[in-house]
């Protein structure tokens, strides 16, 4: 008796809140997600049925934005439409059970929590729809300044996105400072620094959008490159992994003025390019990323200069900068040994010196030799006259301490 009692209880108790969870779920209010994008118009969906009389209201943070109703399918008061507004409805689609709310070109502020009221014959429907509104990241560049530091740079994003620093070879200890400053829209300016250091060859700058919807790739590279006047010259630059498509340009800059070398698009796989005959890709090297840069003409010290190589692709740009200075030999020979030397005066030296060690050790071998046969000649226990005289000071008092004849 009692179980069945308990039994009944428990099942009363389980469809209880199964009807809790139901009602929950049926009156639950509808969310609807919308991201806007900065300074373009923007709809918030909003559906009903179209019978009878109805009445739209919009609000925003429970503040209301406009209203409009409509009795028996007839539009009474229809306002028109101000082409500045910054919200308004579309008449045509209002009788057709569409109630979506237009904003024209979203500022930061169009965000937040919108409702859609409809109260109609049938009675009242509410809907809600989260808004958000996003800069996207349109540009991420890096560059160094004369303190030694690395930028990451960016502008006019919107939230504020996230910033983070990578190394080849791997740092763990990076410790950049990132600025965000917003501006009188709201949107952020990005400014990230890293101090560069001797044992760092590659940095790479990541830039994410808040939202997650992009992901920036920069990378920044720091090479020197010293050659010869009179010799041929070929710049190395190789694609980051996982580049689809690019655009390779190669620039030359020397006093802070850029000028083009060439451009390579991988999709048309057409090259512009701007110094002639005097600078040329592989084309069928440049297809697979490798796109290094050969100087067709006789280096001159006028070729002295960075020359700059940009892979850009999808969120991604990666840049070589290749310091080239082109010394006379006279020039180089002097930089490799300050001292004036050259290189080569002290490889002849080599023999000079073996010479010279062979003569002493034989000279030393042939004097002991002489010293020994003058020794074995002598009478036992004399001393020459000449050692004698070489250490007269000493006096020795130990058998131990007494001086033992080399010879
Ligand atoms: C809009 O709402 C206001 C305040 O609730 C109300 O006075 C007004 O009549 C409404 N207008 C329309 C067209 O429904
Ligand atoms: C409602 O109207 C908007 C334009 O105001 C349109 O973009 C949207 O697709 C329409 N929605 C439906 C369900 O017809
Ligand atoms: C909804 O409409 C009914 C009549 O259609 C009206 O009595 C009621 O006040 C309206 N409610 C709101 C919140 O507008
Ligand atoms: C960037 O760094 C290189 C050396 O790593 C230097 O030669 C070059 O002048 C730097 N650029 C600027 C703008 O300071
Ligand atoms: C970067 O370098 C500057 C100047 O050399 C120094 O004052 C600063 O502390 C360094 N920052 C970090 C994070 O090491
Ligand atoms: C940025 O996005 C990339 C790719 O989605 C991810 O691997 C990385 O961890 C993200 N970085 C941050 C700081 O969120
Ligand atoms: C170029 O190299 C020469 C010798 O190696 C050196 O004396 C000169 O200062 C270098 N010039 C530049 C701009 O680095």
Known sequence: ???????????????????????????KIPEIHVTCLFSEDCVLP??????????????????????????DGHQPHQPPRDQNAKMYLLQDQLSRGNASLHLSKCGIKARGRYKCLVNSTLGQQELFVITKVEA??????????SNKEILCLSKD???APRVQWFTLPKNNDLRPTTQMVANSEGLYSVQSKLNMSKDIVTYICTVNSTYGTQSWRCSLQERELTTEVGQHLSIPCNAPEKLQHFLLTWTFTRANEPTNILSYDSRTRQTINYWGGRAK??????QMGNGFLQLEHPMSQESTGTYTCTFSGFQSRHVVQTHVNVSSRAELQTALD??????ESKLNMWPIAIVVAVVVVAAVAALLWYRKRRANQRPSGGRPAEEME???????KTPENLPVDNC
């Not at 008796?1 to 009156?27: G, N």
């Not at 070489?390 to 020795?396: E, G, I, N, R, V």
């Open 1 to 27: 008796m009692h179980e069945i009692m308990r039994m009944l209880k428990s099942l009363a108790q389980s469809s209880w809140w199964l009807l809790w969870i139901l009602t929950f779920v049926k009156c």
């Open 281 to 286: 890709l592989l084309q069928d090297q440049v």
């Open 338 to 343: 300050p001292a004036g030397h050259s290189a």
């Open 390 to 396: 070489a250490q007269p000071m000493k006096t020795y």
């Open 136 to 145: 996207p990241i349109k540009m991420v560049t890096m560059k160094n300044n």
């Open 157 to 159: 994003v919107f939230p």
């Open 46 to 71: 909003c559906s009903f049925k179209p019978t009878g009389n109805f009445e739209i209201s919009w609000y925003r943070q429970d503040v209301l934005l406009l209203n409009q109703s409509q009795q």
